[in-house]
């Protein structure tokens, strides 16, 4: 949690994204983030991004609601109060697929979903620094962290050269908050500028 | 990077006209930002006072019970099982269009995913009603859930098929209203971004969970849209499957079949498609959004109702050899004397009409590209698929093995019908307020496949045709060679 400079360049075509983020990249320079209207593929990995493995997480919640539901039955049927229905063995395998399943698929969406939601800081009341508002529409916004050998100016001139119809400045906060989108928060008394 | 991405000019456009990014953000958010048609005050006013004349009738049945209803003996189920398997059924489709259809890879489920899926919700929501107020007495609903009580601890019979029932429902509501709002976020975050009123961006700020548009969030977001359709795949084919158990696992005449699951999942798709064609019609004239979901999307949807229709229409006549050929009294008394002649034979043929001849119209492409015939379509296909749970409720609940048991005919009473009708009211009241204040069609989704379907776009297409193969070939592999772009082969 701290605020950061940060220099933003908006460009309007994936075309000319593309080689633009080879360029930058190549430039030695290191991306904050590149905000997209949509998923654009390839873009993770031109970025350097290495793949997710969210999916395991599916993977391991499901085989939680798996076990749950087949010891739990189990354990009811066989040892908690085990009940005579119509001479059928108490422990009825078969006749648990049902419940089996559907409480596997449910904790695996379930399971994976709060995971997103834990990983990526995505929850109501949750703000996160707008750096373009038409980031979410059809802008494809390249933010890039400033350290403290980066050259500002020479980094708005590359943007610019590699085709960026908007460069800026930006000072923010680089996490997210408890605030409210319509409403600019005073986040730090004292801005202490990195 | 060029255009990697080759889609054949051959295929239909999923989008028409000149669009750009901004134009499709433009054209589905608007609806959202300006102030409601005449036409949607009327439907919302008509479906609130449906929804409260069901409330009143649910109302009297909680109060004065179960007598409130004509159901009776042998009839127990009557009206309300058939309209929570119709509800059930319904849902369905919007599954099938949101995660069958993403693993198959067919672009044209962009345009009315969203919608559809909206739906899937509303009809559960709508479906659930009826088992719940079938108990009677409606406050110890919580029974049939496996919590520590003080009776013992007593648990509910994990063997029953109306268990299993419980638990399908649950979650295939959860699960389907995860994947719809999950696939929601980033499109709330374009209306939030977009808003010029506090309120609206107050409130789809906190809707829209702050969510930026970061490169690794796609990714993230992929990833679990896929397997999230893997999940609701075959749970989707379970729900359906376990509704029909309801059925199948007891042994009343007309019930105890083995084809009872594909013969529910290929009839529950087909009410399902039939009910998103009767929406997606009137919402793209009252929302003017024909360029989004075209004649081709109406088109697509009219050939799954056609080949689902056959299914059943197979369904129905292997019932009767069945019952012919398994030479059980009782079985071919139900078949050839109860269900296509006796009292209740007007359903039944009213049922074959509606779902099994009518839909082999669609065999002309003319009629399937037709609007006014779709609509007409979807609706007969509903109340066939309304009378096919009727048929086999009814039918095979009047007349069983003791005649001394036998029913005399069943009607329902006002309040059964009343609830029915709030069904409707909650159903439709739901749809307006989710076309008024959601986005109704993923615009990310469009956006994704835009230059690559869209009508202005595919033009382009005809210059990577007519490259030489050697030269088309070798771009390709460069670009997968770069690692920067995808190449998906068609």
Sequence with gaps: MALKKFVVGCFEDEKVLFPAVAKVRKAGYKFHDIYTPF?????????????????????????????????????????????????KPNFALPAWIPITFELTVLCAAVGMVLTFCYICQLAPFVKKHTFHPRATDDLFVMVIECGEKTDEQELTTLLNSVGAQEVNTQVAEEGWWIGRYDQEQELYKEPNIA | MSVTKYESQLREPLVNGDKTYGQVTQDIVHTIEAKPTRLWYIGFYVSVALLLFGVYSVYREVVYGIGQWNVNRTIGWGWDITNFVWWV?????????????????????????????????????????????????????????????????LWPNFNSPLLWDVFAISTYFTVSLLFWYSGLLPDLATVRDRAKTKLRKHLYGIASFGWSGSTKHWQRHESLSLVLAGLSTPLVLSVHTIVSFDFATSVVPGWHTTIFPPYFVAGAIFSGFAMVQTLMLILRKVMNLQDYITLGHIEAMNKVIVLTGSIVGCAYLTELFMAWYSQVPFEQDIFFKYRIAGPYGWSYWLMMTCNVISPQLFWSRKLRRNVLFTFIMSIVVNIGMWFERFVIIVSSLYRDYLPSSWSIYYRPTIWEVGFYLGTFGLFFTCFFLF???FPVIAIAEIKYVLKTTGESYKNDMSTLENKNVDEFAHEMHDHHEEGSVKVVHH
Excluded at chain 1, 44 to 53: E, N, P, Q, V, Y
Excluded at chain 1, 66 to 71: I, P, R, Y
Excluded at chain 2, 111 to 132: K, L, S
């Design chain 2, 435 to 437: 076309s008024k204040y």
């Design chain 1, 39 to 87: 998923p654009v593929h390839g873009l993770d990995k031109a970025m350097g991004l290495r793949d997710t493995s969210i999916h395991t997480a599916g993977f391991l919640f499901g085989m939680i609601g798996t076990t749950t539901a087949v010891t739990f039955m189990t354990w009811v049927f066989t040892k908690d109060w085990p009940v005579n229905i119509g001479g």
């Design chain 2, 89 to 153: 059924g319904i849902g369905h489709a919007g599954t099938l269009i949101s995660a069958i259809l993403l693993l198959f890879r067919q672009g044209w489920r962009t345009g009315v995913n969203r919608a559809a899926e909206a739906m899937t919700i509303f009809a559960v929501m709508c479906a659930g009603q009826f088992p719940i107020f079938h108990m009677g007495r409606v406050w110890m609903a919580f029974f049939t859930l496996p919590y520590p009580n003080t009776r013992g601890p």
